[in-house]
């Protein structure tokens, strides 16, 4: 934790390094590019700006799945494959959705679940109603799809629903590649001060350099977060100033009227 | 002293209770869909509630270091209204999900043909889902009420040793043993068990599938009743060994059954940077915001406000 600025607008010193390193980053490229990319750096983990492709997860779990997880994510791939769409109450697809979590072991569930959505080709409806019926786990694993699946802002609700809630893992999964391309500003600037209300590492909010970059509004909402914590005795958490950082360059407007909600 | 709550309504209760009950060595609970309180109109009112215990409630409880799964079921009270009896139609898209552990709580209420139903329906799920069933007993006509349960279980697809009957006392427990189902005792303040009956009645039938339960809802209930049990097991002769079978590795065994208990709470890696239901970190660093426990604090760090 530092102590808080004054203000947003006192803020001097250049960020362009931060923003060079990571602004570039490859997550608003379109699906198909992700699938070639390889898969050398960052499969392992979930605390940069480049989500892993398709091929990146089946690699990673083909590596680290035991024999009976392999044989049964294998089976329920070409199984999602050959047979996409609605079949019955619940698809076969569907099923092995809900259960991937126990067939492959929770730290492997995101992926097997992602890939499964991949393999069936879900479209933004299949992923609305997938997500709607499913536990925290599996609406978790829908967000991480959305980048892969659906082009247009078309599965934007499902992103709104998850910033709505205050569970921090679905929150850190509904900031990702797919709400860096589509998400209003105004709601991806209540995402990010979200993020920094309930700990959520911004290092998990997709293409964040890019997006803050000059947005004076932003700044000054981070501003005010930051006068609050300090007015009410406690510190600031070290990731607003990282935001504010990112904002660099543009001076808040001054004297804008907004309310101070709290979350809950 | 490890404890697993069988049975506990964790969504009617407070972020004081998951502290006092990890505090008390509470690392597991399993929390039965059940009665609300207030009458249920429809199925969507049930969608909300089961998707609550398969989302918001496990994350809650993880924020305080322990596991939490769900059973999922029309529970017998309103297997009455017509209005609700359609969730039994929905039911089958949340019994594949991998927090459910059994069906439950079915069982009877007033002993009505709808509650015949809806018990008989419940146990073929229970069957074709590769889950078992946790049954209440009801708390008017008890006796007669175990004596239908036992019936409805043997005339269906489930093996009685997949089947936990609970809410047992002294005048229930020897039928639920014969029968050869897991045998459930909620102790409660006032009503149902109390901690000295429960000693008793373990010393009389022994600790195999045996389940101790606090039942803790959004009456009187005390949360902490799983580890006064274990407590008083100690005091009046049981070894560590005993209270640790009933109070850990029964209720494991029995909601192992189902292939789907996961009691590594670890999974949960953001809630550990981050927290949402906390509200803050204490103002000032050195306020305790735990009681004392007796093991190592649940790995979680309050960073965040609410």
Same mark, same amino acid.
């Given at each position: 934790?530092?102590?808080?600025?004054?203000?947003?607008?006192?803020?001097?010193?250049?960020?362009?390094?931060?923003?060079?390193?990571?602004?570039?980053?490859?997550?608003?490229?379109?699906?198909?590019?992700?699938?070639?990319?390889?898969?050398?750096?960052?499969?392992?983990?979930?605390?940069?700006?480049?989500?892993?492709?398709?091929?990146?997860?089946?690699?990673?779990?083909?590596?680290?799945?035991?024999?009976?997880?392999?044989?049964?994510?294998?089976?329920?791939?070409?199984?999602?494959?050959?047979?996409?769409?609605?079949?019955?109450?619940?698809?076969?697809?569907?099923?092995?959705?809900?259960?991937?979590?126990?067939?492959?072991?929770?730290?492997?569930?995101?992926?097997?679940?992602?890939?499964?959505?991949?393999?069936?080709?879900?479209?933004?409806?299949?992923?609305?109603?997938?997500?709607?019926?499913?536990?925290?786990?599996?609406?978790?694993?829908?967000?991480?799809?959305?980048?892969?699946?659906?082009?247009?802002?078309?599965?934007?609700?499902?992103?709104?629903?998850?910033?709505?809630?205050?569970?921090?893992?679905?929150?850190?999964?509904?900031?990702?590649?797919?709400?860096?391309?589509?998400?209003?500003?105004?709601?991806?600037?209540?995402?990010?001060?979200?993020?920094?209300?309930?700990?959520?590492?911004?290092?998990?909010?997709?293409?964040?350099?890019?997006?803050?970059?000059?947005?004076?509004?932003?700044?000054?909402?981070?501003?005010?977060?930051?006068?609050?914590?300090?007015?009410?005795?406690?510190?600031?958490?070290?990731?607003?100033?990282?935001?504010?950082?990112?904002?660099?360059?543009?001076?808040?407007?001054?004297?804008?009227?907004?309310?101070?909600?709290?979350?809950? | 002293?490890?404890?697993?709550?069988?049975?506990?309504?964790?969504?009617?209760?407070?972020?004081? #209770?998951?502290? !006092?009950?990890?505090?008390?060595? @509470?690392? &597991? /609970?399993? *929390?039965?869909?059940?009665?609300?309180?207030?009458?249920?109109?429809?199925?969507?009112?049930?969608?909300?509630?089961?998707?609550?215990?398969?989302?918001?409630?496990?994350?809650?409880?993880?924020?305080?270091?322990?596991?939490?799964?769900?059973?999922?079921?029309?529970?017998?009270?309103?297997?009455?209204?017509?209005?609700?009896?359609?969730?039994?139609?929905?039911?089958?898209?949340?019994?594949?999900?991998?927090?459910?552990?059994?069906?439950?709580?079915?069982?009877?209420?007033?002993?009505?043909?709808?509650?015949?139903?809806?018990?008989?329906?419940?146990?073929?799920?229970?069957?074709?889902?590769?889950?078992?069933?946790?049954?209440?007993?009801?708390?008017? #006509?008890?006796? !007669?009420?175990?004596?239908?349960? @036992?019936? &409805? /279980?043997? *005339?269906?697809?489930?093996?009685?040793?997949?089947?936990?009957?609970?809410?047992?006392?002294?005048?229930?427990?020897?039928?639920?043993?014969?029968?050869?189902?897991?045998?459930?005792?909620?102790?409660?303040?006032?009503?149902?068990?109390?901690?000295?009956?429960?000693?008793?009645?373990?010393?009389?039938?022994?600790?195999?599938?045996?389940?101790?339960?606090?039942?803790?809802?959004?009456?009187?209930?005390?949360?902490?009743?799983?580890?006064?049990?274990?407590?008083?097991?100690?005091?009046?002769?049981?070894?560590?060994?005993?209270?640790?079978?009933?109070?850990?590795?029964?209720?494991?065994?029995?909601?192992?059954?189902?292939?789907?208990?996961?009691?590594?709470?670890?999974?949960?890696?953001?809630?550990?940077?981050?927290?949402? /239901?906390?509200?803050?970190?204490?103002?000032?660093?050195?306020?305790?915001?735990?009681?004392?426990?007796?093991?190592?604090?649940?790995?979680?760090?309050?960073?965040?406000?609410?």
């Amino acid at each position: 934790m530092t102590q808080p600025r004054a203000t947003p607008a006192a803020r001097t010193d250049s960020t362009q390094d931060t923003i060079q390193d990571r602004g570039n980053s490859d997550s608003a490229q379109a699906p198909e590019d992700a699938e070639t990319r390889d898969a050398q750096d960052d499969t392992h983990s979930t605390h940069t700006a480049r989500t892993p492709s398709p091929a990146d997860l089946r690699r990673h779990l083909t590596t680290h799945l035991d024999e009976a997880a392999r044989t049964w994510l294998e089976h329920a791939l070409d199984e999602a494959a050959a047979h996409p769409g609605i079949h019955g109450p619940i698809s076969p697809w569907e099923l092995r959705l809900a259960e991937a979590g126990r067939r492959c072991g929770a730290a492997h569930a995101d992926a097997a679940r992602v890939l499964i959505l991949h393999a069936a080709r879900a479209g933004t409806d299949a992923l609305t109603r997938v997500y709607f019926q499913g536990t925290a786990d599996e609406r978790r694993a829908v967000l991480h799809a959305l980048p892969h699946l659906v082009s247009g802002p078309g599965a934007l609700p499902l992103v709104e629903d998850a910033l709505r809630t205050n569970d921090t893992r679905l929150l850190t999964a509904a900031v990702g590649p797919y709400a860096a391309r589509h998400l209003a500003p105004h709601d991806w600037r209540h995402a990010v001060l979200k993020c920094l209300f309930t700990g959520v590492p911004v290092e998990h909010v997709a293409d964040l350099p890019r997006r803050a970059h000059g947005d004076g509004e932003l700044a000054r909402m981070l501003g005010d977060y930051a006068a609050e914590r300090t007015a009410a005795g406690r510190t600031v958490p070290e990731d607003l100033n990282r935001v504010l950082d990112l904002t660099e360059s543009v001076t808040p407007a001054p004297g804008t009227d907004h309310p101070h909600g709290k979350e809950s | 002293m490890r404890i697993f709550d069988p049975h506990i309504h964790m969504t009617s209760r407070t972020t004081d #209770d998951y502290e !006092a009950m990890y505090a008390a060595g @509470v690392r &597991a /609970v399993v *929390e039965p869909s059940f009665w609300l309180g207030q009458p249920r109109t429809s199925p969507a009112s049930f969608r909300d509630y089961f998707d609550a215990l398969l989302g918001w409630e496990p994350f809650r409880a993880a924020q305080y270091g322990i596991a939490h799964h769900c059973t999922i079921a029309l529970n017998p009270k309103e297997a009455n209204d017509p209005r609700c009896v359609p969730v039994l139609d929905e039911l089958p898209r949340y019994l594949v999900k991998d927090n459910v552990v059994a069906v439950g709580e079915i069982g009877y209420d007033s002993m009505t043909p709808a509650e015949d139903n809806a018990l008989a329906t419940q146990l073929q799920l229970a069957a074709d889902h590769g889950l078992p069933a946790l049954v209440h007993t009801p708390h008017r #006509d008890k006796l !007669a009420g175990l004596r239908r349960t @036992v019936d &409805a /279980v043997r *005339e269906s697809a489930l093996p009685p040793e997949r089947v936990l009957v609970d809410h047992l006392n002294e005048t229930t427990v020897k039928e639920a043993k014969d029968s050869g189902s897991w045998l459930g005792f909620s102790v409660y303040p006032d009503t149902k068990m109390d901690e000295e009956r429960m000693v008793a009645i373990l010393r009389a039938y022994g600790t195999e599938q045996v389940l101790v339960n606090s039942a803790a809802d959004w009456g009187r209930s005390d949360p902490l009743k799983t580890r006064k049990v274990g407590d008083l097991m100690l005091a009046e002769g049981f070894d560590e060994d005993d209270v640790d079978r009933v109070l850990w590795r029964n209720p494991v065994a029995f909601y192992g059954l189902s292939g789907r208990l996961n009691l590594d709470v670890t999974g949960t890696e953001a809630t550990h940077e981050g927290n949402s /239901v906390l509200r803050g970190a204490p103002k000032d660093p050195h306020e305790p915001d735990f009681g004392p426990g007796d093991g190592e604090e649940p790995a979680r760090v309050p960073v965040a406000e609410v």
